[in-house]
């Protein structure tokens, strides 16, 4: 198989966004596999090490190796590396890219792992098993189809939450657009999930957001109240889209 190199992410961004089909985009990742790290290094995409801050920041440290984490659409693992980093060690992770997964399982810092497209087909992951679902950068055309949200819900224990992360102007294209909004607020009024907080990030690769949802209670307050300090400092740093939201629900863990 041929190898993609990339000088910049953003002629990346584009090669992996140009087809509707699943098995294109997957084929165009296989190629890219080899050379994946080195064209997103940590200084220009920033998604993986801010979204799991904010995840390390709503659960406490001394409860992170109890936390059982699924990286969604987890690519080579940067999101398992940050997060190993943090103090958490049951991480799992989820990727329809064999090439990708392959590299991923040599850093060892993942678990289990599934070779599986989410929201397309049957999958084996079991419901109400993690504490938090993490999709970073994983939406786009031929990407994560709206019913991908109904999984991540799913897999995610009761009181879990689901750390969602994707551009704003993801939004816009015709597998998303006046679809998924509308559907993650069914969802919420479903009782599903809650959405407890929004940011908008300015990115390398254009408007970002972090949206948090959450179990009602005390929990709602507490998370509503945390990083006020920190989103404007945020506002300076690129990143990615980072959604938060959270299966309704008490966590077993007490987070």
Known sequence: MSTKTFQVPSQANHAVNVS???HRVISTYAEWANTYDQTLLPENYLGPRLSVEEVARLIPENRRKQVRILDVGAGTGKVGIELSQLGFTQVDGLEPCKEMLDILKATK?????????????????????YDVVMVVGCMGKGHIPVEGIDEM???AKPGGYVVNVTREEVLQVP??????????DKLER???????????????LGMLGISIN??????????DEAQEDEAEEANQLDGAVDGF????????LGF
Not at 214 to 223: I, Q
Not at 245 to 252: A, D, H
């Open 109 to 129: 810092v993942y678990q289990n792992t599934y070779l599986e497209f989410i929201g397309l087909g049957n999958s084996t992951v079991p419901s109400d098993t």
């Open 190 to 204: 479903e009782g599903k999930w809650k959405q407890t907080r929004r940011l908008r990030l300015t990115g390398s």
């Open 245 to 252: 939201s959270r299966k309704l629900g008490r966590s077993s």
């Open 214 to 223: 959450a179990a009602p209670s005390d929990l709602e307050t507490r998370v």
């Open 175 to 184: 597998l998303y657009k006046d679809k998924l909004k509308p559907h993650m």
């Open 153 to 155: 819900i799913r897999i």
């Open 20 to 22: 509707d089909d699943p």
